[in-house]
C-alpha cells in the first residue's frame, strides 16, 4: 500500500496520519506530546503503522512548532509552518471554506481563505488564554473529565460573565462565582463564551468572518466553544470530522504533491529504534548570543540551527 505520512508536532498533542494515493485518511494518531516530542513521535509512528501490512511511505511531511527537529530525525521530504498546512487540509475536505478558527493546546490562529488561496491570517501565541491547555487545567481544577467540559456548558440555563482575557482572571473570577454558589454548568458556559470573546477581540480584531466558517484543532471538540462561536458570529460553524489532525493531513498532502518522481528522504519505522537527543549552546561570536540547538542520531550530530547568520547551518546533505 503506497502512503503519505503527516506529522503535526505541537506543544500539547503530537498528531500523525497516513494517507492513500487517493489522498483518504486511512489510519490517525493523536496523542499527547507531553515535553518530549521524540519519544511523542516514536510512540505515534508505532501505533498509525501497526496492523497495516506491506505499507510504503512514499513522502513524509512535518508541521507544527517542533516542525524542524521532527523533520530532521524522520527524514521529512516538506517542512511546513501551521497555516499552510492546516488550510492545505481544509480545503480538502471543505473547497470552499473562507474561514478557519484553530484553537490548539497552546496557540490560537485564524485563517481567511478565497478560492483555496490564504490570503489572510492572525495567531495568538504570546498567551495561553482560551487554548487547550487552559482548558484542560480548569477541568481538572473542577474535577471534570475535558471530554465532558462541553456537554455541561449545555445545560446552562443562565447567562454570566467570565473575564477571558487572562487566565490568572478567568481563574479567579470561576472561583469567586463558584463561591457564591453559581452552578457549573453556568461557570463552564460562562468560560467558553469568554473565551470565544477572546478570540474575536484579538485573533480575529479587524478580520471577516464569512461562512463557511470550519473550526478545527483539539478545543473544536468543545461544544460549548462550539455553540458560543455561532451564537456570536450568527452562522454555522462546521467542526470537520478530523478537527484534531487537520495539519497533519495538510502536511501529508503537500509532501504528496512535493514528491513526484524523487525518491523520499524518510529514514523508514526503523527509525523507532534508534536513539535521537538534542543539546544547545549559545554562540558568543556576535552580539546576538543565538541559542544554537545541535541534533544527534547516537553519537553523529545530524542537524544544527537557531543561528540567524547560517554560520552553523549544516549542508541538506548532512541531514
Not at 92 to 114: A, C, H, N, W
Request: proline share 2%.
Amino acid at each position: 500500500m503506497k502512503t503519505y505520512l503527516g506529522i503535526d508536532v505541537g506543544a500539547i498533542s503530537t498528531d500523525i496520519v497516513l494517507l492513500n494515493e487517493e489522498l483518504e485518511v486511512i489510519n490517525w494518531v493523536y496523542l499527547r506530546t507531553e515535553g518530549n516530542p521524540i519519544s511523542a513521535i516514536k510512540e505515534g509512528l508505532i501505533k498509525v503503522t501497526t496492523g497495516l501490512d506491506e505499507l510504503e511511505v512514499k513522502a513524509v511531511g512535518t508541521t507544527g512548532s517542533a516542525r524542524r527537529l521532527v523533520g530532521v530525525i524522520v527524514g521529512a521530504d516538506v517542512v511546513k509552518n501551521e497555516i499552510i498546512a492546516h488550510a492545505v487540509g481544509v480545503t480538502q475536505f471543505y473547497p470552499e471554506v473562507k474561514t478557519v478558527i484553530e484553537i490548539g493546546g497552546q496557540d490560537s490562529k485564524l485563517i481567511i481563505i478565497r478560492n483555496k488561496i490564504v490570503v489572510d491570517f492572525a495567531m495568538n501565541t504570546v498567551c495561553a488564554a482560551g487554548t487547550g491547555s487552559f482548558l484542560d487545567h480548569q477541568a481538572g481544577r473542577l474535577n471534570i473529565k475535558i471530554e465532558e467540559f462541553g456537554r455541561l456548558a449545555l445545560k446552562s440555563t443562565q447567562k454570566i460573565n467570565i473575564a477571558g482575557r487572562c487566565t490568572v482572571f478567568a481563574e479567579s473570577d470561576m472561583i469567586h462565582k463558584a463561591q457564591i454558589g453559581v452552578p457549573t454548568e453556568d461557570i463552564i458556559n460562562g468560560l467558553c463564551e469568554a473565551i470565544v470573546r477572546n478570540y474575536l477581540n484579538n485573533v480575529g480584531k479587524g478580520k471577516q468572518f464569512l461562512p463557511p466558517i470550519v473550526f478545527q484543532g483539539g478545543v473544536a471538540a468543545n461544544e460549548g466553544v462550539r455553540r458560543a462561536f455561532e451564537r456570536e458570529l450568527g452562522c454555522e460553524v462546521i467542526v470537520p470530522k478530523y478537527y484534531n489532525v487537520m495539519g497533519a493531513i495538510g502536511v501529508a498532502i503537500l509532501a504528496k504533491e512535493h514528491i513526484q518522481e524523487k525518491g523520499s528522504k524518510f529514514r523508514g519505522i526503523k527509525l523507532v529504534e534508534e536513539n535521537f537527543s538534542t543539546s544547545c549552546f549559545n554562540c558568543e561570536d556576535c552580539p546576538n548570543r543565538c541559542e544554537v540547538v545541535e541534533v544527534y542520531k547516537e553519537e553523529e550530530i545530524i542537524d544544527r540551527y537557531g543561528d540567524r547568520c547560517g554560520k552553523w547551518e549544516m549542508e541538506e546533505e548532512g541531514r
